[in-house]
């Protein structure tokens, strides 16, 4: 589909900043405004380190922030206790500053680690999937000069990759019944428990 006739796209340009007349233009624009405003902070702070808060206003008088670690440890450090002294001085701020741990080094680390351990375990489960799918198109492959369920080693296949070949064959099984017949597809087969495919 192409662009309609008689009109012609602007692309990406430069928008004035003025104020937007209509109220419904204008509050649609600082929504969306102020999303891509706290991304753009997120990623900021994500490759620099760097501290960063953001508090916003609307015109209806709504209060939105954002800040890395977070707004009230940016504020601690920043405003109460100034920007050359460390937090763990004593402030003024009453329970809106609280200590969140929010700007501990070490609480960041640890969840710095998590969140790469928790990449590691993705990594992993899309190498062995991968692995899974490459046995089974070997095993396809290998069909051509014979049945690909034929020429698939059972024996070799592990404890995560049994699942994997049994729905392929009951996929393979409702192909069949519904070329023979010209019936639906039958129901998938309930999967099944690792105790169950274990005994």
Same mark, same amino acid.
Request: aromatic share 6%.
């Given at each position: ?39 753009? /902070? ?38 109460? /206790? ?41 990594? /992993? ?75």
């Amino acid at each position: 589909m192409g662009r309609p006739r008689g009109g012609t796209s602007k692309g990406k340009q430069k928008i004035e900043m003025c104020c937007i007349d209509g109220k419904e233009k204008r509050q649609v624009t600082f929504s969306k405004r102020r999303r891509g405003l706290f991304k753009k /902070a997120s990623e900021i702070s994500t490759l620099s380190g760097a501290s960063i808060a953001i508090v916003s206003f609307s015109k209806a008088g709504n209060v939105f922030a954002f800040g890395s670690p977070s707004v009230d440890a940016v504020l601690r450090r920043h405003v109460v /206790a100034g920007p050359s002294t460390s937090t763990s001085h004593a402030h003024a701020g009453g329970d809106v500053f609280a200590d969140d741990g929010g700007d501990n080094p070490e609480v960041l680390n640890a969840l710095k680690r998590a969140t790469d351990e928790a990449a590691a375990e993705v990594a /992993a489960e899309d190498a062995r999937q991968s692995g899974v799918e490459g046995k089974i198109t070997e095993a396809m492959a290998a069909g051509r000069r014979r049945f690909w369920w034929d020429a698939a080693n059972v024996e070799a296949l592990g404890e995560a990759e049994l699942p994997v070949f049994e729905r392929a064959l009951h996929k393979l099984r409702g192909a069949v019944v519904r070329r023979r017949s010209g019936a639906k597809p039958p129901p998938p087969p309930p999967r099944r428990s690792k105790k169950k495919l274990l005994n």
